[in-house]
């Protein structure tokens, strides 16, 4: 499997709009597209962004602990952020805040060629070392620990980090899928088959061809390949 980026994280929330204006008045992006189950949003059609898809609620956090973005500036994507939200910032070049139901996003400085790309999506974990050895099986490559010192894998530049703690098997989760960009979505329904890897679903849209596998701690992971019709901005 060779994923090439983390293309989106997808979310299931009850209300998709409270979301979707935070994150295009105050974090650089804007809407790429809405339909009536979801919600597309991100600083660019092409690199890292958020799905938000209609569903009941209330949801739970489960598996997801934070997303967070990558800016060039932090200060100055701070001062972009409302006045009464609360931030943390518990390391230099990080700050973390609370959106709306459970979501909690994050800002990391570093270096990028477009503001607000995926920098990573934290999952709690029963156990990190070994989750993370078992994202490579899937095509994420080992990296070693960022600032927060937790187990990591990377996919095109951007983590995933796995934090301990019980990711739990709710109802309603939060986390939809983790999704990454790939050249053919057939040939990883093969070599998903080849290795044993649940298959959940395979979708064939307008724009994209896309296989959903479950990954380590039944987090689904989508691999999609985007069709020569895609043209989203």
């Given at each position: ?20 204006d935070f994150v295009t008045r105050h974090l650089g992006m804007h ?8 919600t597309l949003v991100g600083s660019d059609a092409r690199r890292g ?119 739990g098997a709710p109802e309603r989760p939060l986390l939809n899928h ?56």
């Amino acid at each position: 499997m060779r994923p090439q980026t983390l293309d989106h994280v997808a979310l299931w929330v009850a209300d998709r709009d409270p979301i979707a204006d935070f994150v295009t008045r105050h974090l650089g992006m804007h809407v790429i597209e809405k339909t009536d189950k979801f919600t597309l949003v991100g600083s660019d059609a092409r690199r890292g962004k958020l799905t938000l898809f209609a569903a009941e609620g209330p949801r739970e956090r489960g598996a997801l602990k934070h997303i967070a973005l990558r800016v060039n500036d932090l200060r100055a994507a701070i001062a972009e952020l409302p006045e009464n939200l609360e931030v943390e910032q518990p390391r230099d070049g990080e700050a973390y805040f609370d959106v709306h139901e459970g979501l909690r996003l994050g800002l990391v400085e570093g270096r990028t060629e477009v503001d607000y790309d995926l920098d990573h999506a934290a999952l709690f974990s029963a156990d990190p070392v070994a989750t993370a050895r078992a994202y490579e099986r899937l095509g994420f490559r080992y990296a070693p620990p960022g600032p927060s010192e937790q187990p990591r894998v990377e996919v095109g530049g951007a983590f995933v980090e796995l934090h301990e703690g019980e990711p739990g098997a709710p109802e309603r989760p939060l986390l939809n899928h983790l999704a990454v960009l790939v050249d053919s979505a057939e040939e990883h329904i093969t070599e998903a088959e080849e290795l044993g890897v649940e298959i959940d679903d395979v979708v064939d849209a307008p724009n994209t061809y896309a296989v959903f596998v479950f990954g380590p701690e039944r987090v689904r992971i989508e691999y999609v390949e985007h069709k020569a019709s895609f043209s989203l901005t």
